[in-house]
């Protein structure tokens, strides 16, 4: 059992401008991440940890959090194990499946004590150096910008750095319950829900890993429907290439938002969930998206319609 959870998946971007060098053509570097803080502690006595993670999307992230909360409570405290956690397959099993075949720019860190104890792919190392600063700040997260230009300016740079985030997932765990909001921003609507996770009666005690995984599901729904939705309309516009990678991508996509929704279940299932409005419709989503889509890709339908390759009683813009 553990105690009292609380944590915040932060979207975040930092702007690195050089002052010294403002007035040249040289643009400013962007950082971009997203960030969880993941503070675990036990009733059984294990020593209290706290990992910050980040990665390159939303759901990685946080079902990263997911693993290694469940590797905590099941097994214990992990920094001070004899033999060296491989913190490798744990990001592997998180992975596995469409994420690992997919999306080659994946990327993951996770810091203990501002340090970099994990890392695969390719991330800016200004995100190393903000771990740091929040280190030195004393766990200040709002000063490590300060912090950080302070950094540079000793080592002889002026640096102006702007940061800004937006949170995307909010959660709350008891053993009893847990509460979780949801902010997402897509191209064509923002998605803004809440939901409670209850245990039933007699039934399992709510556990951090599975509201964890759960919300990472939710977000990575999400977000996929959108690529389904839009590949769905190239398709039907055949804007491309039957078995190319993208109409491949786009199919596997829709069989992993199916596995998501059957997971969903499952958890609902196991406890009391109450959604605040409704609980997201991924397939209503994929519609949605269609629709947006055929507004995007309207001028490459239109030349289709025009060339004769579309028939014009088929499309209505």
């Known amino acids: 059992m553990t105690l ?7 979207r975040e971007k930092f702007t690195l401008r050089d002052l010294a060098g403002e007035d040249s053509d040289i643009p400013p570097v962007i950082a ?3 960030r969880m803080v993941l503070t675990l502690a036990s009733e059984l006595g294990e020593p209290t940890e706290t990992f910050v993670v980040r990665a390159q999307n939303m759901h990685s992230c ?3 959090c997911a693993a290694i909360a469940k590797e905590y409570l099941d097994r214990g405290a992990i920094m001070a194990r004899v033999t060296p956690f491989r913190w490798d397959n744990l990001w592997s099993d998180v992975t596995k499946g469409y994420e690992k075949d997919w999306n080659p720019d994946k990327w993951a860190a996770i810091y203990y004590k501002g340090r970099a104890i994990f890392e695969d792919g390719e991330r ?12 030195a700040s004393r766990d200040s997260y709002t000063q490590s910008v300060i912090f950080a230009e302070k950094a540079f300016q000793q080592a002889g740079k002026t640096v102006k750095i702007d940061h800004d985030s937006n949170v995307a997932l909010i959660i709350s765990v008891k053993p009893e319950e847990a509460k979780c909001g949801v902010i997402l921003r897509g191209a064509n609507k923002k998605t803004t829900f809440n939901y409670t996770v209850k245990q039933k009666k007699d039934g399992e005690a709510v556990r951090v890993p599975t509201i964890l995984t759960v919300s990472a599901a939710f977000l990575e729904g999400v977000q996929l429907a959108f690529n389904v939705g839009m590949t769905n309309r190239k398709r039907a516009a055949e804007l491309l290439e039957k078995y190319s990678d993208e109409d491949r991508k786009g199919k596997r996509g829709a069989e992993r938002l199916s596995n998501l929704s059957r997971a969903i279940e499952g958890i609902e299932r196991k406890y009391n969930i109450n959604y605040r409005p ?34 014009p009683k088929d499309w209505f813009f």
């Open 124 to 135: 800016h190392p200004f995100l190393d150096i903000i771990e740091k600063c929040d280190v």
């Open 278 to 311: 409704d609980r997201p419709d991924f397939q209503s989503m994929v519609r949605e998206a269609e629709e947006y889509a055929l507004h995007i890709l309207k001028p490459q339908i239109q030349a289709k319609i025009d060339s004769g390759e579309l028939s």
């Open 4 to 10: 009292e959870f609380r944590s915040t998946l932060l």
């Open 62 to 64: 946080t079902r990263l």
């Open 32 to 34: 971009l991440s997203n």
